[in-house]
């Protein structure tokens, strides 16, 4: 039997921060509209990713929630690789899969959420809508595959690239939300699904639903 996925926990927010969780929950509550237009899960900002884990874990126990649990993948991962095995390795994990866990309950993004904003190379037009003419988009990577982009090419280059910006240098609590929702067009996120595989594994899970 196939269950529809309830619930989707983050990480991301702050459990002090109302403000910014409403904010993150908005933002991939305009992904979800378009990927799941019919059954959108409830988004849940849990702040660091330890606590993602602990709350997903919870959610799992509890009869009637089919939750998916999405966390940066924060460095390279081979995609012949499942999430879980990756977690368990990766220092500062070492998470132990729940007893009732799939593959499909685990998913990771790209090293970083970022990554996902650079899916238009070169000219980035995204960001470009954004921030405006003075950014400077030569300074962005320009590869395809948005899993071989590191984390801290992402996040330098994205400071350089916006530093001249009225919006000023490029900063996550200001910034990430508002592009993440601009993210959330048909267009876009086919592309995304083209450039990173663990996106359309994400995708793809709720589409149609964990088993």
């Given at each position: 039997m196939v269950a529809?996925?309830?619930h989707l926990?983050?990480?991301?927010?702050?459990?002090?921060n109302k403000h910014l969780n409403t904010r993150l929950r908005g933002a991939f509550g305009e992904l979800l509209k378009h990927v799941v237009p019919r059954s959108q899960p409830r988004v849940v900002a849990?702040?660091?990713r330890a606590a993602a884990y602990r709350d997903f874990c919870n959610a799992l126990e509890r009869p009637?929630?089919?939750p998916l649990l999405l966390?940066?993948?924060e460095g390279p991962v081979d995609p012949e690789r499942s999430a879980w095995d990756y977690v368990a390795q990766r220092e500062g994990d070492r998470w132990t899969r729940p007893r009732h866990a799939t593959d499909a309950h685990l998913h990771l993004?790209?090293?970083l959420m970022e990554t996902w904003l650079l899916i238009e190379p070169p000219d980035h037009p995204l960001l470009l809508e954004y921030f405006g003419g003075q950014l400077m988009a030569q300074l962005l990577p320009r590869r395809s595959q948005l899993e071989q982009i590191t984390k801290d090419d992402v996040l330098r280059t994205l400071k350089q690239a916006t530093r001249n910006t009225s919006k000023g240098s490029y900063n996550k609590g200001?910034?990430?939300f508002d592009l993440l929702a601009k993210?959330?067009?048909?267009q876009r996120l086919r592309r995304l699904e083209e450039r990173s595989p663990r996106a359309a594994m994400l995708f793809s899970t709720l589409r149609q639903g964990l088993p």
């Open positions: 529809r996925v309830t926990y983050v990480e991301g927010g702050a459990r002090e849990c702040g660091g009637g929630e089919a966390v940066d993948a993004m790209t090293q200001s910034h990430s993210l959330a067009t048909p």
